[in-house]
């Protein structure tokens, strides 16, 4: 149980997870750089003793491995488990009271606890003594990525009542006054934008508390999907096996345990431009307006430590943040979808963009009638929940005769190209809502999504090898088989819907003339074959993130039928679109003069 984000390094590097960097290092992307590095490499956190423009240390990547994060929460670990379990299934409690009455008792006992004295515990400092990490050459200035940002309802004031989330904070850059101004970026359906809502409706500021740093356990609370009525400083009480202590100064919500407070107000209508940001997707999200924060006052504890990450294509340290959530929270989804076994958002395609599910189908058991009916009823459950919402594509079966997993996803896929029928199956939502980071849709958080459902007996076999069919296409060529079933073709460089719209047309007709190809179901159009049939992973990712359900999906011997779309093979036009986020790219100058640290001599030599 540590009181402090220091007492964590030092358990950390007495266990051998943590290595310190001596020499000085650049936050202007090469502290970003190294982090990406090692976190490539599965190596330890590290702790940056000496950052250039500033005289606070940073710490990074002590997530980076599930090993590690277990090791972080290793004491308290398990009473949380049985508190969420609790939470997610109260009837647990009457089933079992006597067992259920230690987890009972945990929740309460870490409920936050209030301090007179708030800011006595601090220094007061300013946004620019602040280290000024930027990730990416095209960031839009230095960000903040593991702050917990604190809201309270207007409704209901009071930290029971509140939301601690992770949203970006962009600390510098752009219009921002420096000093008395900095960025926030978060989607309209999180915490904070229902009481910004609530705060713009009275005509009033909404006060905003930013954390950064503390107990590990208060970060993993600003990230976690809690059941109703779990607070997220309870959680992070009990998950730090020690109260959320707290005060107030000036009306501003101070937690007495982080390293570092910013504190502010959002006031209604007020936004600035904020980005480009490096994002989870693997592409920058650009610029656009999002609510600007008055800076009240900055705080820091004396020796604090700067916590912080890098956000880029998966897998990155969030994955493992997502392995222990999943962990933590065990079978809630299936507390919350009736029918749910699984449901995996596959990370590397970005997480949001593709969803993998297996439900049951109850309502035709007998297997003549076997076809996608609960399924699709579970399907709409699933992406009406939560994150879960932001998906664009769903792939959700039933178990037939054997164990199914949604984490063996080439199997996962066989199974379902296997069952599928195309001309029923497929299922559109258009004109709807996407991740605000995503840049395939028409426009800002709008674009589509589509269901792919299959249950029931095999009814094809599927393509190991490209088949003739597929070879000597003009200007499609490069085919290559990525697993069973899927072929990726190159095509050459998209220009705009309409050409792309002739293009597919040649395409899918050159395709029904050339007579039926069964064993091909799924056929991806790409700029690079070569990349794209690399790895599983690079497929998920070309195919997942930049492609649009609605604009981008066609098919052989396409039609309608009672507005019900279905072909004989799909073909997902993911080429990469000039209205696309370009993807993130490092700097080589700064690749290469980071390599002093991995050197002879140097703090980081050996490690990889």
Known sequence: MYRSLEACVLDLERNGHLVRVREEVDPELEMAAIHLRVHEAGGPALLFENV??????????????????????????????????????PMQALRKPLSQAGAAWAALSALPKRARSAAAAFEEITVSDLPHIRFWPMDGGAFITLPQVYTEDPDKPGPMHANLGMYRVQLGGNDYVPDREIGLHYQIHRGIGIHQHKAARRGEPLKVSIFVGGPPAHTLAAVMPLPEGLSELTFAGLLAGRRFRYGYADGHFLSLDADFVITGEIRPGETKPEGPFGDHLGYYSLVHPFPVMRVHKVYAKRNAIWPFTVVGRPPQEDTAFGELIHELTGDAVKQEIPGVKEVHAVDAAGVHPLLLAIGSERYAPYAELRRPMELLTIANRILGTGQLSLAKYLFITAEEDRPLSTHRIEEFFGWMLERIDLRRDIHFQTNTTIDTLDYSGTGLNEGSKVIFAACGPKVRDLCTEVPEALRDLGEFGGARVVMPGVVVLEGPAFGSYGEAERQLRGLTDA????????????????????????????????????????????????EYAWKHWGCDNVVIDARSKPHHAPPLVPDPAVEKR???LFARGGSLSGIL
């Open 594 to 596: 980071i390599d002093r």
């Open 52 to 89: 250039k423009g500033t005289r606070y240390r940073a710490v990074s990547n002590l997530f980076g491995t599930l090993e590690r994060s277990r090791f972080i929460f290793r004491r308290t670990w398990e009473a949380a488990q049985r508190v969420i379990a609790l939470r997610n299934d």
């Open 511 to 558: 395709l029904a003339a050339r007579g039926p190809l069964t064993e091909c179901p799924l056929i991806v159009l790409v700029d690079d074959s070569g990349f794209a049939a690399e790895s599983l992973r690079n497929f998920l990712w070309v195919t997942f993130t930049r492609s649009n359900p609605s604009h981008d999906i066609y098919g052989v011997n396409a």
